[in-house]
Nanobody, 115 residues
Framework: QVQLVESGGGLVQAGGSLRLSCAASGSIFIIYSMAWYRQAPGKQRELVAAISTASITNYANAVKGRFTISRDNAKNTVYLQMSSLKPEDTAVYYC?????????WGQGTQVTVSS
């Protein structure tokens, strides 16, 4: 079992930056692939960025060049650095831990980008 707690969301103006953090506990962090998803009102949850156990990253096209995912295995934490934020980035952002057929989710953190 993995427990995930996100932090760092908030209200920011378009063009601004935020850094989300996701602290993991309860299991060996390094064995999990980690990802950030988001869900806007009335839309399906979508993958934003992912980082493998070998720190290989991939990004949704909508955030490439603006967002950076990273992990600190010593701190059991994954980060999402978001820059050049746009109103369409407004959503609840969820942290995900994945291994084999198991997925664990955080409670989500709200990011609101004003125009």
């Amino acid at each position: 079992q993995v427990q995930l707690v996100e932090s760092g969301g908030g209200l920011v103006q378009a063009g601004g930056s935020l850094r989300l953090s996701c602290a993991a506990s309860g299991s060996i962090f390094i064995i999990y692939s980690m990802a950030w998803y988001r869900q806007a009102p009335g839309k399906q949850r979508e993958l934003v960025a992912a980082i493998s156990t070998a720190s290989i990253t991939n990004y949704a096209n909508a955030v490439k060049g603006r967002f950076t995912i990273s992990r600190d295995n010593a701190k059991n934490t994954v980060y999402l650095q978001m820059s050049s934020l746009k109103p369409e980035d407004t959503a609840v952002y969820y942290c995900n831990a994945h291994r084999n057929n198991y997925d664990y989710w955080g409670q989500g953190t709200q990011v609101t980008v004003s125009s």
